[in-house]
């Protein structure tokens, strides 16, 4: 089955900085990778996705990127606040057209940005 | 997205006991997914629950420690049954929107004694 490593475990930035988060596949067939920001006490959010057919895919402040021949992707947050403060969890999902797909989730990474 | 919401929020309860969480959606949806979050650990995948079939559960995971329902498009429940302490954790269930996202539910809060 899938296998997802993300890094780093825990991360902290000044406000303002850039934050950068890691993670790699071990499934080829994967092909959808949604990025979850998980507040304490609150439920995971989806805040952005990529598709394997798309290399890079930017919403804001927020961006991220897919390597699909490396089988790695990364989460890209410019212009840190301290409200982005949280975990984000990566995940990956075989192809979308099989019926349905399920969620592998890397291990999550805290983010503290501080003022 | 969907609203889903979980009952009950949190619970407390003794060994050996069974807890039923039910998880509701305000549209019709497909799939409904349940998820395990340990304290301080990720996200880790129970079981898929398809209306009218039985659910499909991952490694690890058994439907007699875990019996799911799903009567219909908007509900779903989970059981986690004979508790240990060990089954102490969050549970959330998510449902599939378009395109392969996965939206959660404000999950349901277990400690077992």
């Known amino acids: 089955g899938e296998n997802v490593e993300q890094h780093p475990s825990t991360l902290s930035v000044q406000e303002g900085d850039s934050a950068v988060i890691k993670c790699t596949y071990s499934d080829s067939a994967s092909n959808y990778f949604p990025w979850y920001k998980q507040e304490l006490g609150k439920r995971p959010q989806l805040i952005i996705d990529?598709?394997?057919?798309?290399g890079e895919k930017k919403d804001q402040r927020i961006a991220v990127t897919l390597n699909k021949t490396a089988k790695h992707f990364s989460l890209h947050i410019t212009e840190t606040q301290p409200e982005d403060s949280a975990v984000y969890f990566c995940?990956?999902?075989?192809?979308?057209?099989?019926?349905?797909?399920?969620?592998?989730f890397g291990k999550g990474t805290m983010l503290l940005v501080s003022p | 997205s969907a609203v889903i919401s979980q009952k009950p929020s949190r619970d407390i309860c003794q060994r050996g006991t069974s807890l039923t969480i039910q998880c509701q959606v305000d549209s019709q949806v497909t799939m409904m997914f349940w998820y395990r979050q340990q304290p301080g650990q990720s996200l880790t995948l129970i079981a898929t629950?398809?209306?009218?079939?039985?659910?499909?559960?991952e490694s690890g995971f058994v439907i007699d420690k875990f019996p799911i329902s799903r009567p219909n498009l908007t509900f779903s429940t989970l059981t986690v049954s004979n508790m240990s302490p060990e089954d102490s954790s969050i549970y959330l269930c998510?449902?599939?929107?378009?395109?392969?996202?996965?939206?959660f539910g404000p999950g349901t809060r277990l400690t077992v004694l």
């Open positions: 995940a990956a999902s075989p192809s979308p057209y099989s019926g349905y797909s399920t969620l592998t």
């Open positions: 629950a398809n209306q009218g079939s039985e659910a499909t559960y």
């Open positions: 990529i598709r394997s057919n798309v």
């Open positions: 998510s449902v599939e929107g378009t395109g392969d996202t996965q939206y």
